[in-house]
């Protein structure tokens, strides 16, 4: 993870080195985006409300955005994504791990379409602008897959999620017209999305993931 952060950082400080001003030919933008979703979950123990993490899963991110500039430094930007997200159960809440980490490695996977109303900031520099984003985000369930090892049948389980996202990212123009854009983003979940019952406890479950993506878009 620290490594992934750090290659970011680099290509990020690249970019922003080498952008030059945009939108200078219209006031919007649609763009297509991909790239990973690192997630992982906290998971809540009822009987004391201690809060464990899961270990990290690495997921898809498609999406389409349409951005609308407001001014040089504002915009508002609407989207849709297809994502998973979800996390390998601590090996500390399965007994059975103790000896099959490798092998058996149980796990919660959540696939959400998102939709995300975010406000966009962007910094002024001398040819170069990179930009803030953040705002919020609402997640709706087209798929779940539970691999659980001495967990009985999820009880409750919510299809919608709600979340903040805040993130960083950078822009190039390469062409008339044409966009690349380089992106990462931070969302934590709001909504305890499900109650996992075992033998002793009840644990409720929320989300959050960290966002890689590259988009390339259309300025008109």
Known sequence: MKKLIYYFLVIQITFVIGNIPVYSQGKSLISIKSGIAISNQTWISKEDNTTTNGNYITGLLVGLYYDYRISNYLHIRTGMDYSQSGSYLPYSWNEYYESNKEKNRAKVLFNYLSFEILSKIKISGIKFF????????????????????????????????????IGIGSEINPFKNLLVTLELRYCQGFNKISTLSSRTDVISVRNHLFEFTTGLGLIF
């Open 130 to 165: 990179p930009y803030l984003i953040a705002g919020p985000k609402f997640d709706f369930l087209i798929k779940k897959t539970f691999m659980l090892l001495n967990f009985e049948q999820v009880p409750n389980m919510s299809n919608i999620d709600y979340g903040f996202v």
